[in-house]
């Protein structure tokens, strides 16, 4: 990381999508119940799909 500017390589991009990032994303069904899913995204290098 430059440490000057704070901002990260583009080598230091790529390794870090190249992590395994699992997220979770929330929502409220209609009936009031909550609902909880697991995302991932996969980094080919060029792109990212979820």
């Not at 583009?10 to 995302?39: N, W, Y």
């Amino acid at each position: 990381m430059n440490h000057t500017s704070g901002k990260l390589s583009s080598s230091e991009i790529d390794e870090f999508l190249a992590q395994p990032i699992i997220a979770r994303i929330g929502t409220v069904k209609p009936d009031g119940s909550p609902h909880v899913a697991a995302m991932w995204q996969q980094w080919d290098g060029d792109g990212t799909a979820m």
